[in-house]
């Protein structure tokens, strides 16, 4: 299943998840935060290399995977507080693990990791362990952008 923009996605997820009130909660934080997942996927594209996947460290309900795998950028969202019932996006090239980030750094510590609002907030940067770190940030002008951390 492909997926255009982040109405697709979320009338997608409307179906999956359609009694769950955490995710009903979150649909506004999804269109809130697509320029910042926007602005994290372009920091991804600007590195010298293209890489193969990103793992985003609070990735919520994974709704924003489908902008890397357009990209062809396996995305594997990493979140600690969900439950059974919830039912995160996931595709052929989007994954989903279900775990506390200090579980599986290690794991991935050649990747390139991603964050729009976790990392510096509930993992310190200095935890994190990765090829590149990307994480969102706002312009002088109040427009979001990226910023490249490691």
């Known amino acids: 299943m492909k997926f255009n923009n982040i109405k697709e996605v979320v009338k997608y997820m409307d179906s999956i998840n359609p009694k769950d009130i955490e995710y009903r909660y979150n649909r506004d934080y999804f269109y809130e935060n697509l320029d910042w997942y926007k602005a994290i ?10 890489p193969k996947r990103v793992i985003d460290v609070g990735s919520n309900f994974n709704v924003f995977g489908f902008l890397f795998e357009n990209e062809d950028i396996e995305y ?3 979140e ?5 019932r919830h039912k995160p996006f996931t595709s052929d090239k989007v994954k989903f693990i ?15 990791i991603i964050s729009n609002l976790c990392i510096g907030y509930q993992v310190p ?13 706002l312009t002088e002008k109040g427009t979001c952008t990226y910023k490249q951390i490691k």
């Not at 996927?41 to 293209?50: A, D, S, T």
């Not at 600690?80 to 059974?84: A, I, L, N, P």
């Open 80 to 84: 600690v507080s969900f439950r059974k």
């Open 98 to 112: 279900n775990k506390d980030y200090y579980e599986v750094r290690e794991e991935f510590k050649d990747d390139v």
């Open 41 to 50: 996927l372009q920091g991804v594209l600007n590195l010298k290399e293209k």
């Open 76 to 78: 594997i969202g990493v």
């Open 125 to 137: 940067v200095e935890d994190i362990k990765c090829k590149h770190l990307i994480v969102g940030a």
